[in-house]
Nanobody, 123 residues
Framework: QVQLVESGGGLVQVGDSLRLSCAASGRTFNNGMGWFRQAPGKEREFVASITWSGGSTYYADSVKARFTISRGNAKNTVYLQMNSLKPEDTAVYYC?????????????????WGQGIQVTVSS
């Protein structure tokens, strides 16, 4: 079991940047990690993921070229740098982990979730 704690959310203006952090503890070895988000009235959706090695990253088309996912040297922290934020990025962002080195885009295949953190982009 992996425990995940997110930080760094908040209220920003359109075009601003924000960096989310996720600290993992427990059985973190060989876990792929990533971020999903859920807006009110919508299903949880994939945002970005990074493999255990950190050598591969994946993004939803809606955030590609604006968001960057990275992993700390100790591999138990993952970051999501969000630039050029838009109102449609407003959601609760969830950190996710999955054994096996990578995370599919299907949220039903995630092993562990953080508690979620609110990101609100105001126009």
């Amino acid at each position: 079991q992996v425990q995940l704690v997110e930080s760094g959310g908040g209220l920003v203006q359109v075009g601003d940047s924000l960096r989310l952090s996720c600290a993992a503890s427990g059985r973190t070895f060989n876990n792929g990690m990533g971020w999903f988000r859920q807006a009110p009235g919508k299903e949880r959706e994939f945002v970005a993921s990074i493999t255990w090695s950190g050598g591969s990253t994946y993004y939803a088309d809606s955030v590609k070229a604006r968001f960057t996912i990275s992993r700390g040297n100790a591999k138990n922290t993952v970051y999501l740098q969000m630039n050029s934020l838009k109102p449609e990025d407003t959601a609760v962002y969830y950190c996710a982990a999955r054994m096996g080195g990578w995370i599919p885009r299907n949220p039903n295949q995630v092993d562990s979730w953080g508690q979620g953190i609110q990101v609100t982009v105001s126009s």
